[in-house]
């Protein structure tokens, strides 16, 4: 026996008188780890005095996918060539096999994949997607309204017990991070502040410059960009795993609104959470400042205080809240919105995740702009 | 056939934390058998099937292939173990940013060093065996739940594995495709000599496909040794019986 001897490979004619026939003779050991040769090897001998092809396999004394794929490759060739296989000397199992592969046709799907694009048609494609997103984007607007509106009609199903689960995860928990990117916001600014003011002498005023930024702009932007960050994209994952999971369809053959269920908590927790998360920042902020005054430029602790409270006024916080809440109610929107629009695979979650917090992001910038100058021209 | 034992299991136990899902597992799978595990929702049938491939470490017990103990083996030759174990989840687990093909050639492309083309021509074969020929490049996402299941059947069988584990293969499929199904696992015995772990709870595949059986009873937690799934139907355990007859006998 050849027990442990890797494949052979013969081909000869199956006698003198009979050129039509060729006979291909298989032994040894066909398997894909002894690296079998493919049957393009053979394309050569399949050419004219040919008709037909049969196999002895006598000598064969393991096979597997590499003796199958080997087979089927001769197969497929003949069959464009008008030469006949007989299998039948091909071990039992192999045949069986074999005809199992062959019992279904190949199915006509076509390859979805329609091959790189030019720069050209990218930017079509692209736009394409921003004409067709836009209604897509009013619509969910449209139905966050109208759910709103059926809150406040005290018509609207949640239950209570998620809009505390919500509010806890995103509020309390996100504190510490907030705590940290605010402290060292306010670092910045107060030095930022103290190296110009030092130029003319004022340097009380980084009391002013870190209470005013911190309150009115910087609050608010870091906490809305935090929390796009940590929330949005959770959100964004949360809807996108339960789409895939068809557990909001799940909502919509029950007749329940997937839309007052699910986004509804959430956005009111963002709306009522980032106010506070903004002014939480401000303060934090506030005491960076205080600290590198004391520190650094020798400024006392009361008069910092003092004069903070100077050039703070209410419609600094009005302003500083109104934006949190403006920002929080983007975030939530971008999150619900993309996990709404989710596909269903793993994919499309990563997608929605990502595609959230850059729309987040985008809205937050395109809000602070807007709201900076019309209340720079209200006189606010 | 010469029987010979590929896996052996001895007092396996399983366990979440305090919970015991079952203990007391004994029971031995020969080379070319088709070895069905069967029993009702939540008995830990799958919880067995992760304790034979490597996921979840048994609380107790051990798992021996060919005579060689996988847990307590050295981490290269759990992997060098595991190369030769074939295994169908559930809900097919493709991965979900490959493409048909892609998903069957990364094992063999990974393990075998053979070239792109060659690579091809056996996912090619692969995927019609199952009769998923001319799916190639569609991706798991667009496929039904039954060509999933195919597809992953193709995945499994991508590199010749000795042994097949296959948790619930005909669940959500149609009575043909299932049949065909139960068909192709029967040859793949027959030809290849595989051996295969059938996880599941149709009676139509474990009636037609399985010559050993165990039953695992959710209520004492441990298994039922039941042997060919034909003679337990007849003079089997009563409980098995039960189950075999859905209910009618008991």
Redesign the interface.
């Known amino acids: 026996m050849r027990g442990a001897e890797a494949w052979q490979l013969d081909v000869r004619p199956s006698g003198a008188d009979d050129p039509a026939t060729l006979v291909i003779v298989l032994g040894g050991r066909w398997?894909?780890?002894q690296?079998p040769p493919?049957?393009?090897s053979l394309q050569a001998r399949l050419t004219a005095p040919v008709r037909q092809i049969r196999f002895d396999a006598s000598e064969l004394d393991d096979w597997?996918?590499g003796l199958?794929?080997f087979v089927?490759?001769i197969s497929r060739s003949c069959a464009g060539r008008d030469i006949a296989v007989d299998g039948s000397g091909l071990?039992?199992?192999?045949q069986?096999?074999l005809a199992?592969?062959?019992?279904?046709?190949?199915?006509?799907?076509a390859?979805?994949?329609p091959g790189p694009q030019g720069a050209l048609a990218q930017v079509g494609t692209a736009t394409l997607e921003f004409v067709h997103g836009a209604p897509q984007m009013l619509g969910f607007l449209g139905e966050l309204v109208l759910s709103l509106l059926r809150l406040v009609a005290g018509r609207a199903r949640f239950r209570a017990r998620d809009l505390w689960l919500e509010i806890e995860e995103v509020g309390p928990r996100a504190l510490p991070i907030v705590s940290v990117i605010s402290f060292l916001v306010g670092l910045i600014l107060a030095y930022l502040g103290a190296d110009q003011l030092k130029l003319v002498g004022a340097q009380i005023f980084i009391a002013d410059l870190v209470a005013i930024g911190m309150v009115r702009e910087v609050g608010a932007l870091m906490t809305g960009i935090i929390i796009a960050g940590r929330t949005g994209a959770a959100f964004a994952a949360q809807l996108g795993t339960m789409q895939v999971n068809e557990e909001i369809d799940a909502y919509k053959t029950l007749g329940i609104s997937a839309f007052d269920f699910l986004v509804l908590p959430r956005v009111l927790a963002l709306m009522l959470m980032v106010p506070l998360l903004t002014l939480y920042s401000a303060f934090i902020g506030m005491f960076a400042g205080l600290l590198v005054s004391l520190a650094i430029f020798d400024i006392g602790a009361f008069e910092y205080y003092t004069e903070t409270l100077r050039a703070l006024e209410f419609k600094q916080f009005a302003v500083g809240l109104s934006k949190g809440t403006v920002y929080g109610v983007i975030v939530a929107f971008a999150g619900c919105l993309r996990g709404m629009q989710c596909?269903?695979?793993?994919?499309?979650v990563g997608h929605a995740a990502t595609s959230a917090v850059v729309t987040a992001i985008l809205l937050i910038t395109i809000a602070a702009s807007v709201m900076t100058i019309v209340y720079y021209q209200l006189g606010i | 056939m010469k029987e010979t034992a590929h896996i052996e299991v001895r007092n396996l136990a399983m366990a979440y934390g305090d919970f015991i899902v079952q203990r007391g597992l004994d029971f031995t799978v020969n080379k070319g058998d088709i070895f069905v595990v069967m029993g009702g929702n939540g008995c830990g049938k799958t919880t067995l099937m992760r304790a034979l491939v490597g996921l979840q470490r048994p609380a107790a017990g051990s798992v021996l292939y060919s005579g060689e103990d996988f847990w307590n083996a050295e981490a290269e030759a759990q992997q060098r173990l595991k190369r030769r174990l074939g295994i169908l989840f559930q809900g097919g687990a493709l991965w979900?940013?490959l493409t048909l093909a892609e998903n069957v050639a990364l094992p063999?492309a990974e393990y075998?060093g053979?070239t792109p083309?060659?690579v091809d021509?056996?996912v090619?074969?692969?995927l019609?065996?199952v009769?998923?020929?001319?799916?190639?490049?569609?991706?798991?996402?667009?496929l039904s739940g039954g060509m999933k299941k195919r597809a992953g059947l193709a995945r499994a069988m991508a590199?010749?594995p000795d042994i097949l584990v296959i948790d619930e293969p005909s669940s959500g499929l149609d009575p043909l495709t299932a049949r065909r199904l139960d068909?192709?696992i029967m040859?793949?015995r027959?030809?290849?000599g595989t051996t295969i772990v059938v996880v599941t709870h149709e009676l139509a595949s474990i009636l037609s496909i399985g010559n050993n059986s165990i039953y695992l009873d959710s209520e004492s937690r441990t298994m039922i040794a039941t042997g060919h799934p034909q003679d337990a139907l007849k003079n089997g355990h009563p409980k098995v019986r039960h189950f075999l007859t859905r209910g009618g006998s008991t």
């Open positions: 398997r894909i780890d690296h493919a049957a393009d597997d996918s199958l794929t089927s490759g071990p039992p199992g192999a069986r096999l199992m592969a062959a019992a279904v046709p190949e199915q006509k799907l390859a979805r994949d596909g269903r695979s793993a994919e499309a | 979900s940013s063999i075998t053979l083309a060659r021509e056996i090619a074969f692969k019609a065996l009769g998923l020929a001319g799916c190639e490049n569609l991706y798991p996402a667009e590199l010749d068909e192709l040859e793949l027959d030809s290849l």
